[in-house]
């Protein structure tokens, strides 16, 4: 299970769970986040999301990321 904190002030932030699978969010707006899954050296693009706060973006994050599990 992943749990998100990123900020959208954030460019760049990277999530590990248990079992070594990560999540990896850029940005070069701050608006939109590319959301990546995978582990730290081979990852693919599962999403992109827009939000405005970083309540909405954690929230994004996470139904993001359980579409793909």
Do not use: P, W
């Not at 299970?1 to 590990?16: G, I, P, T």
């Not at 999403?47 to 599990?69: C, F, K, P, Y």
Request: aromatic share 10%; net charge negative.
């Amino acid at each position: 299970m992943f749990k998100f904190n990123m900020l959208v002030q954030q460019n760049y932030a990277s999530f590990q769970d248990e079992a070594g699978r990560c999540v990896i969010v850029d940005s070069f707006d701050n608006k939109e986040f590319d959301v990546r899954f995978g582990t730290r050296s081979n990852s693919k693009l599962i999403g992109t999301v827009v939000a405005d706060s970083d309540a909405e973006l954690n929230e994004r994050l996470e139904q993001v990321v359980a579409d793909h599990l």
